[in-house]
Nanobody
């Protein structure tokens, strides 16, 4: 049984930082591209960042470039998202997801497994 469990969310003030983590089990972690997505109330799910199995390729949506950094530890089956200079518009539920391909796309429909999410709230 595949499980993705996110942690590290919370409430911070504008300009603050958070580090999200996602621990995977029940799958061969290195066979999957991993992604971070977010969904704000009343909005659709938005791709934030992805990283290929080796970590050699990463991608960020424009709104987080220069502020967020994605990384993975294949020995520990974990995915991270370091979020700096947070803004109120970053407020959302953040999800990690796993896709069984070797490239980096942020199309939610291409991801096979999803976590339950962790809430990030940024106040002004």
């Amino acid at each position: 049984q595949v499980q993705l469990v996110e942690s590290g969310g919370g409430s911070v003030q504008s300009g603050g930082s958070l580090r999200l983590s996602c621990t995977a089990s029940g799958l061969t972690f290195t066979s999957y591209t991993m992604g971070w997505f977010r969904q704000a109330p009343g909005k659709g799910r938005e791709g934030v960042s992805c990283i290929t199995w080796s970590g050699s390729v990463t991608y960020y949506t424009d709104s987080v470039k220069g502020r967020f950094t994605v990384s993975r530890d294949n020995h520990k089956n974990t995915l991270h998202l370091q979020m700096n200079s947070l803004k109120p518009e970053d407020t959302a539920m953040y999800y990690c997801a796993a896709a069984p391909f070797r490239y980096c796309y942020l199309s939610p429909g291409d991801y096979k497994y999803w976590g339950q999410g962790t809430q990030v709230t940024v106040s002004s």
